[in-house]
């Protein structure tokens, strides 16, 4: 092989190697950085839920005691609430969380309901809470036996902990955000879900 064929040889070589660092190196930066620098990015900041819940185990009634039927709840993503008969500063303060939470999705706002599940009729003080300024919440009651049956494995032994849940359009609730999740880092989760989602 003369000299000649052999620097051309060199040369493609080197021109194969530089084409494949010029699309390698962005790929390999972008991944670096993903897992090793931009830590708020990873994850959700709410914790999933495995296995799932189905919404039609919780037995919801409405305020008079009829069932409320899976084709009712399932239209649209929905953040869950479960209160006792009163809500007290924290209760209040997940509530206006939901509230604000929905009107901040904007354009994805009809996208999301917020819904308080009552483990017993509010009291009078709660009632003129909800009159005045959750007007928008959805209302639906189920027997505290049955929600801590179904929460078992999650959270039984404080089930009324000012957690959020998500429910998705297929009627599961799939996340819980802990009290103390910020509402920006909620809101930001929920951007998400919705943009990767295709249904609801």
Request: avoid cysteine; proline fraction near 3%; aromatic fraction near 8%.
């Given at each position: 092989m003369t000299a000649q064929v052999e620097q051309k040889i060199e040369r493609s070589n080197n021109t194969l190697w530089l084409l494949i660092l010029t699309f390698a190196?962005?790929?390999?930066?972008?991944?670096?950085?993903y897992l090793f620098v931009d830590d708020y990015s990873l994850g959700n900041h709410g914790d999933l839920i495995q296995p799932?819940?189905?919404?039609?185990?919780?037995?919801?009634?409405?305020?008079?005691?009829?069932?409320?039927?899976?084709?009712?709840?399932?239209?649209?993503?929905k953040m869950l609430y479960i209160a006792g008969s009163d809500c007290n500063s924290t209760c209040q303060e997940s509530i206006y969380y939901m509230r604000q939470i929905n009107t901040a999705l904007g354009k994805n706002a009809?996208?999301?309901?917020?819904?308080?599940?009552?483990l017993d009729n509010m009291s009078a003080e709660f009632q003129g809470l909800i009159?005045?300024?959750?007007?928008?919440?959805?209302?639906?009651?189920?027997?505290?036996?049955?929600?801590?049956?179904?929460?078992?494995?999650?959270?039984?032994?404080?089930?009324?902990?000012?957690?959020?849940?998500?429910?998705?359009?297929?009627?599961?609730i799939m996340m819980r955000f802990s009290?103390?999740?910020?509402?920006?880092?909620?809101?930001?989760?929920?951007n998400r879900l919705l943009k990767i989602s295709r249904i609801g």
């Open positions: 190196v962005p790929i390999i930066g972008a991944y670096a950085y799932i819940i189905k919404i039609e185990e919780l037995l919801l009634t409405d305020v008079n005691g009829g069932p409320i039927s899976r084709d009712e709840l399932i239209h649209g993503w009809s996208r999301f309901k917020h819904m308080i599940i009552h009159e005045s300024e959750h007007t928008t919440a959805l209302h639906s009651y189920a027997s505290n036996e049955k929600i801590s049956s179904v929460f078992s494995g999650l959270n039984s032994n404080n089930l009324l902990s000012n957690s959020i849940y998500i429910m998705d359009p297929l009627g599961n009290h103390g999740t910020s509402a920006k880092l909620i809101l930001k989760d929920l």
